[in-house]
């Protein structure tokens, strides 16, 4: 064994198989309505409301592969618990540009992430259209149910039917094509609104400057407060945070190069490039500048690339941060094959604290844990408030790149971990957690997540104790069928199901 070089080491000690990671990139067509009934242990009988999921439900158009998972046409997974049942329903968003896609029986536009049109770089030369995929997050908010993706306005959905009702402009307050982050953030309780809870996000319009409008909804829908700022220089801003006085947002440092997506010759996003020599800029803006706060003002911290936020919080006049961040932005090449990556040649993502003095206008950060992580959680009701436990999907190894096959909890006061595993076999999304009614502790409720089992080539929803992950499952319930591995989503207390039949 002493003889083997680190890259035979590395793969005998992999914690997956490459086929199995592999088999959940698979486009489903079919779309389902059902009442789960396959469930090992015991739905808590306290866990009342839904989940709601969407990512990419189709990797090809017709046999036509994407080009990345960020282009697949959205499907909005939705899993209803109530009375110790559950019930599960999945659906299209039906976009203009799925529509007509569907119709067509082929790619039709171009997508962010590298998916082309067929034909070549003279197919898609000064096509700057980029196809809406509805596919990154879904959110119930203000009675409406909204599929949404970054770089246009959200879809309206039926909650019950998950019927494609049409675009959402919240009573005219977003104008026909403004982006709607698909990473809003709800404050739980906004001092500006008496502690009522608002839904606060953001669009960014990114070019040699860039416009950041961010905007502040009641629980009706309703726009409360607007924002717009002008950034210069190209901002590639995926997800932002917010405390009860400041909206934060990250501009990693790279380049845009408009030449080679106008051409046809790459998408937006392979016209990236990072600039590791560049700092990574911390914009800190006022969510009340009319009661005398401070203008933006812009730290500058050592180079790194973000694209998910866990979590901000103050203490006086200093902002904590706790973010994933990466040694560099994942490019993309235009020949490559996402479902073939090698994990061992692709930067990870780390959680780091970033401590911002306001007075000093000083930034110093701290490694939390070098486990490669994605896709963080929190309580809802500490968003934007001092925290102590976070819930990351995670690798099952304490070292190296892999894909996220564990749910990492952290104690951020005390340093403890704590980690449930799904490995060899199981591949995990995003961790959801539920607050458990009438809950006193902050970690005193449920992880909701659902995982790919290889085994079975089947979804589980899977159960987990938020409070104790050694529990291991209460409760996993088995799927009929997969779900392609997903973005983001959010839990309502809201139950949309038909009537126990």
């Known amino acids: 064994m002493q003889n083997l070089t680190n890259q035979q080491t590395s793969t005998i000690n992999k914690s997956y198989s490459s086929e199995d990671w592999q088999g959940a990139y698979q486009s489903i067509t079919q779309e389902y309505d059902y009442w789960i009934d396959n469930i090992e242990g015991q739905i808590p009988p306290e866990l009342q409301g839904t989940l709601l999921r969407n990512g990419p439900g189709l990797l090809d158009v017709n046999g036509q592969r994407i080009h990345h998972p960020i282009d697949g046409d959205g499907m909005i997974s939705r ?23 569907q119709k067509a029986g082929k790619i039709l536009y171009r997508g962010a992430f590298g998916t082309q049109k067929p034909g070549g770089w003279l197919a898609n030369i000064f096509d700057l259209k980029i196809k809406n995929p509805a596919n990154t997050s879904v959110i119930y908010w203000g009675e409406k149910l909204l599929a949404l993706w970054e770089g246009k306005e959200p879809y309206l959905l039926d909650p019950y039917t998950l019927e494609t009702l049409g675009k959402e402009y919240f009573h005219g307050f977003l104008s026909e094509g403004q ?102 800029r911390i914009l800190v803006i006022p969510r009340n500048p009319e009661k005398g706060q401070q203008n933006i003002q812009i730290l500058e911290t050592q180079a790194g690339f973000i694209f998910h936020h866990a979590n901000a919080f103050e203490v006086g006049n200093e902002v904590f941060i706790d973010t994933i961040c990466y040694d560099n932005f994942p490019e993309l090449e235009p020949a490559s094959d996402f479902r073939q990556i090698d994990f061992d040649q692709f930067p990870s993502g780390n959680i780091w604290r970033f401590h911002l ?39 099952h190894a304490e070292t190296g790149n892999a894909p996220p096959q564990a749910i990492l909890k952290l104690d951020l006061e005390t340093g403890e971990k704590q980690l449930w595993s799904d490995a060899p076999r199981g591949f995990v999304g995003e961790p959801i957690f539920v607050p458990r009614p009438g809950a006193e502790k902050e970690d005193d409720g449920w992880i909701l997540t659902l995982v790919y089992d290889a085994a079975h080539h089947r979804s589980d929803v899977v159960i987990l104790d938020a409070s104790d992950l050694a529990k291991g499952a209460i409760a996993r319930l088995h799927l009929k069928h997969h779900i392609p591995y997903g973005f983001h989503g959010n839990f309502t207390s809201e139950i949309f199901c038909p009537i126990d039949p």
Do not use: M, W
């Open 357 to 395: 003095n306001l007075d000093s206008q000083t930034v110093q950060r701290k490694l939390i844990t070098n486990k490669s992580c994605e896709f963080p959680s929190v309580n809802p009701n500490q968003v934007g408030r001092y925290y102590q436990y976070l819930y990351i999907s995670a690798a």
């Open 179 to 280: 982006p709607f982050s698909a990473h809003p953030r709800i404050d739980p309780s906004s001092y500006q609104d008496g502690g009522a809870p608002c839904l606060v996000n953001f669009s960014s319009n990114p070019g040699l400057s860039t416009k950041i409008s961010i905007f502040e909804l009641d629980q009706t829908g309703k726009a409360l407060r607007n924002q717009d700022y002008i950034i210069p220089g190209f901002c590639f801003i995926h997800d932002f945070v917010i405390t009860p006085n400041y909206y934060i947002f990250f501009q990693n440092p790279v380049t845009f190069n408009p030449i080679l997506f106008s051409l046809g010759i790459s998408s937006a996003a392979e016209s990236i490039k990072f600039q590791p020599n560049k700092p990574t």
């Open 79 to 101: 899993i209803t618990f109530t009375d110790g049942r559950a019930h599960f329903r999945n659906r299209f968003v039906q976009t203009e540009d799925y529509l007509a896609e």
